[in-house]
Structure formats: C-alpha cells, structure tokens
C-alpha cells in the first residue's frame, strides 16, 4: 500500500495486491510503438487482464506469481487515462487507471559535447537546501555529518539554490552522482546502490525536484546529465529481494566478485571462466550484479531510461561501470535510447589506462572492428589521459618517459578513437584523489587545469576543487568526497559567497573561473585540430587550431626558466608575429625566442 499512490495514477478501489506498476505511465508518438507494464503485487498471475481504450497485446507470468508483464501496442494509442481491470473468473475484482501522456519535449535540444565543462558534484555532499529531508521514516540510513560515510544531508533543493555559483564559475552542466533510492542501511549516501529506479530518493527531494532542476539549468542555457548503473542494483531493491525469474541477478553456488579485469573484453586470449567473472561477479557483496541477458530485464532499463530523459527532460547518462555488463545488451539498451533521442550523448566509465582498451569502446571503434564488434556508446572516459595528467606534474622528464612526455604520448595514440572530441576528459573524480592533495601547491593546479581547458575532448571537473579542496583516497572515499564550505546552515563561512571566501579559495576559484568562461567561447578549442611538438627540457607546446584560429599552449613543467626558440614551431605560428596569453592578460612578441617562466602554462591566442 506504501507505493500505491506514488505508482498507481487515479486508482478506484483501493488494493493490496498491486504494489508496482512500472513505468507508472508512458507517452504517445515515441518510435518504438510497444510498451510493457510491469505489475507488482500478492499473487497477481491468478488474474486475467482486460484494458479499456489501449490496445493490450499479450500478458506474460514468469515463475514468480506476484508478477504481471502486459504488452501493449501503442500505435496510433490517444493520450489519456485509461481503465485497466484484473478480472478473476467473470469479475472484475480490482481496476487502476493508466495514463499515456502527450510529449511536450523540445526534441531541438542538444547533448553535452565538448562545447561544455561538466561540473560533477555529489549530492549529499554539496548543499543542504532543506533540513526537513534530511531523513526519512521509511529509509534505514539515518542523518550523521560526524560520520564521513554517513548522510550529510545535501539535497536538490541545495544544488537549485547553488545554480548561479555554477553557473558564474563558468561549467555547462553538472553530472550528479545518482539520486534515485538508495535503502542501504549504510554508506548509502553515494546512491549507487538503488533500491528505486523511479524514485528521487526522498532524502534529496521529489521527482519533482529533479525535473525542475532541470528545467532551471536549461532556463540558464545550461545541461544536465544523469549517473545512470545498468550493472547492478543495491540487495535492498525490491527486485532483488523478490525477482521475477531465477536469471533475473547473476548468482554462484559461493559469493564471487567481479575480477575487474576490464580489458578481458578485447584481449585475444582471455578465457570463459574470466569473462564470466567479469560479467557475472558482483561489483560488491551490497550490490547484486544485474543480467542484462534476461530480455524482460533489458527492457526494464531501456524503458527506466527513456522514462527519465522523458520525464525530467535530461541532457545526457554518464554510465557507471559500463565495461561490467553483458556488451550485446548493451548494444541493445543504447540502439533505443538513440532511437527515440538520436543527439543524446552517453559516456561509459571503463576504469582502463591503455588508450587500445578505453578505444574499444566507443561507437565504430577502429580496434573493436577487428574483433567484428561495435558498442554503439557514443563517448567514453579518458582513464589513460587521467592517469598522464595525474602523474605528469609530479616528475620531470628525465628518460623520455616521465613528466610532459607522458601527455604527449597519450596523445599520439588518438587516431585509435573514431571521434577524439567526443571523450571526457578529466584529472579527478569522485572515486579518486583530489588533485589538490596530490598537488598543494597553486601553481600545479594552474598548469593541470591549463591543459584540462585546452585539450581535445570534454572536460570535467570535481566540486570545490576551485576553491582549492583537497582529500586523499586512501583515508577512505568520505575524505575525497567533502562537504562544500558554506553548504550547511551551521558552517561559519561560505565559499558560495565571493565576500567569505578565504584568499586562497578566492586565488583558485577567480583562476578557474577566468579559464573555463574563456574556454565557453573558444570554437577552436571545442572542435579544432592539434598539432604538439616533442617535450624538450620537460616543456610541452601544442597548437589548437581552425581555418579561422589559433591558439598555442606551453607548459614548463621544469623547475627552470626555458628560453624556447620560437623557429622550432613556426608551423604552428604560420607567421603570426604577436599574441594574447590569456592568463596574464598580457601581450607576447612571437618573435625568434619566449622566456618562459618555470613550471608555468601559457595560452596565447595568436593575432
């Protein structure tokens, strides 16, 4: 009865037996004509189906008798409430309405591309715009910001009210961890294992909420993209305590983990008992690992997916643990995404350092081809260009291995990617270091997000590294994961706030804010062409550059001042005499040398 009317529109006699009905209600004119209802409740296969004003096709049972599967043909289907009665024997014992709505959706929308900076952010971390939710009756994990892996109480509410803080630092949209339910009865605050897939988890708000987040971050001309996990889901689901079908979770006579081995997926040699490791090993004992196999399963995500872009209006999925599930269903789940929202973009997380593997995994991926396979996943995750930039600023390039060089030769291996624009690109995240802790000193975090704002690809950064946050890994994932200063109604002051924000907060964020709101309108930038030069002296220069521009990028990782001769790079400068380094706001003479201060980055728009 508890989700009786959250999922059951207009219902007319109230009943125990229907607990579920999912998708709790579809839209008329989408493509893919054929919808399927799942019912949920106390020994539903006993009743036969009959529904006014839609045209229901078939219904399935499975082995568990509380399930109900009804196929529906929604050609030429009117919008609208319709009866739909379970009928046992002659009568009509319960009856509920579903509703098919118009799609009132701008389809003239675009995707996040390498146009954007992608704010990633973690809701319960980052603000805590209504106290009242902080918990909830019906959820185990209880409000305790003493605990670093315990609910902190940061919301939607908190982020909607935040939005001109993003916005003025100059992002285009934000990726939030995921916000459906997450019942957990600890350490559920990170939400990946969700116990609702169409349920804002009421200790961040309503779908209501989330919808109108949305629709504020359009209103600013801005995007929002949603953590979506198609590879498992948390053992307090109601659907892992009670599946529809044995084959429903993967399961082993013992509890067997994932090996992690993602490049298993194109490595030549790699066995059946590792694959299925891999495929079918649980990410960890909290989360049961999903069969995307099951066809009623696939068609579950698919519909919850294309629900929620309808519903919120969302811009784009990031993927958690893409390379985790089965790759053919996969294949599948997008082919019908992209089939209703043809420029929805999808980046998948694959946790890969080798640019062979990562490669494989975008849509018409040269190197998959060889093995006869292609994901059709638009964009994937720059694990290899992270771990560059990660390590790169710490070394010097003693042996053509290390410091700039590492950057350079993850670049040469760009041809294997079929749209290099396309990937996102990043130098931190919620799963690793902060940048700031491996780096403390300013002047590395300017040279690291010189190159993040430069580089091909779409870039992403973590709350509240641009006031300088730092945390470290391995003192557990509740230290790289912070409140936001200024989030709660209790911290003394606010980073939200230019006026109390501390003069090194105001150093980092003033930097970052100059360089991705010059970024915003730099085409040359988002889609132009790259031509790099051979790290000299632990100095790396590149050129991003169109028919109608030309920026040059030096990086001095030295701890030297380097005189450059400007000669080595003419086809780069193509003759231009003078430019605009962005960062210092001065004028450069392109002449036959530049002194370049140590460990420094340089942007200089050429004129």
């Known amino acids: 009865m508890k989700y009786l009317f959250i999922y059951l529109l207009f219902p007319l006699f109230a009943t125990a037996q229907i607990d579920r009905v999912e998708p709790p209600f579809w839209w008329q004119g989408m493509k893919n004509k054929k919808l399927k209802v799942l019912l949920y409740g106390d020994d539903l296969s006993k009743y036969d189906v009959k529904a006014q004003g839609m045209n229901l096709v078939s219904i399935e049972g499975v082995e568990n008798k509380n399930y109900l599967f009804l196929n529906f043909d929604l050609t030429n289907q009117e919008a609208g409430n319709f009866k739909i009665n379970l009928i046992e024997g002659k009568k009509t014992k319960h009856t509920f309405r579903y509703e098919i709505k118009s799609r009132n959706r701008n389809f003239d929308f675009s995707s996040f591309d390498s146009s954007d900076v992608v704010y990633l952010l973690m809701p319960d971390r980052f603000a805590n715009g209504n106290p009242l939710n902080d918990s909830h009756p019906d959820l185990k994990d209880k409000l305790n910001r003493s605990d670093k892996d315990g609910r902190h109480g940061g919301d939607l509410e908190g982020i ?27 350490v559920s605050y990170h939400t990946y294992g969700q116990s609702d897939l169409y349920r804002i988890d009421p200790r961040y708000g309503s779908n209501q909420d989330y919808k109108r987040l949305a629709t504020s971050l359009h209103k600013r001309g801005m995007k929002l993209i949603m953590d979506y996990v198609t590879n498992h889901w948390g053992t307090q689901h109601w659907m892992v305590k009670d599946p529809p079908t044995k084959d429903w979770i993967h399961y082993f006579e013992e509890y067997t983990n994932t090996n992690h081995r993602k490049e298993i997926h194109s490595d030549p040699y790699a066995s059946i008992i590792d694959k299925k490791e891999l495929l079918k090993g649980w990410f960890v004992p909290t989360m049961a ?13 698919i519909q919850n997916a294309i629900w929620w872009i309808e519903f919120a209006g969302i811009d784009g999925f990031r993927v958690d643990t893409f390379p985790y599930n089965n790759p053919k269903p996969m294949i599948k789940w997008l082919e019908a995404i992209r089939l209703e929202y043809p420029t929805f973009n999808i980046v998948g997380e694959g946790w890969m350092y080798n640019s062979i593997h990562l490669s494989y995994w975008q849509e018409n991926s040269p190197i998959a081809a060889i093995q006869g396979f292609n994901s059709k996943l638009p964009s994937v995750k720059d694990f290899a260009l992270y771990n560059a930039l990660t390590k790169a600023f710490s070394e010097r390039d003693e042996y053509w291995e290390h410091g700039m060089t590492r950057i350079y030769k ?17 130098a931190e995240n919620h799963d690793t270091n902060r940048i700031n802790d491996s780096y403390p000193e300013f002047k590395s975090y300017k040279r690291i997000m010189a190159a993040l704002m430069t580089l091909r690809g779409i870039p992403q950064i973590y709350y509240g590294s641009e006031i300088g946050m730092t945390g470290k890994k391995e003192k557990g994932d509740g230290d790289i994961r912070r409140d936001f200063p200024g989030g709660w109604k209790s911290d003394k002051k606010s980073a939200f706030n230019e006026k109390e924000r501390t003069p090194v907060q105001r150093s980092y964020f003033n930097f970052t804010k100059k360089l991705i709101n010059w970024r915003r309108t730099k085409s040359v930038i988002h889609k132009g062409k790259t031509l790099h030069y ?12 169109s028919e109608k521009s030309c920026v040059m990028v030096i990086i001095n990782n030295s701890p030297k001042k380097q005189n450059l001769s400007l000669d080595r790079f003419h086809e780069g400068i193509a003759g231009r005499t003078n430019g605009y380094e962005v960062i210092s706001e001065k004028q450069i003479n392109l002449a036959k040398n530049l002194e370049v201060l140590p460990e ?8």
């Open 160 to 186: 909607i009210k935040n939005l001109d803080y993003i916005e003025e630092l100059g992002a285009t949209a934000i990726w939030l961890t995921p916000l459906c339910e997450d019942n957990d009865p600890s």
């Open 289 to 301: 690992d999903l069969n995307q196999s099951q066809p009623k399963l696939l068609n579950y995500l």
């Open 410 to 426: 993850t670049l040469q291996n760009d041809f294997l990617y079929p749209n290099i624009n396309n990937v996102l690109i990043f």
């Open 534 to 545: 051979v790290p000299e002296n632990d100095v790396y220069v590149y050129f991003r550059y």
């Open 600 to 607: 420094t980055a340089y942007i200089i728009e050429l004129r």
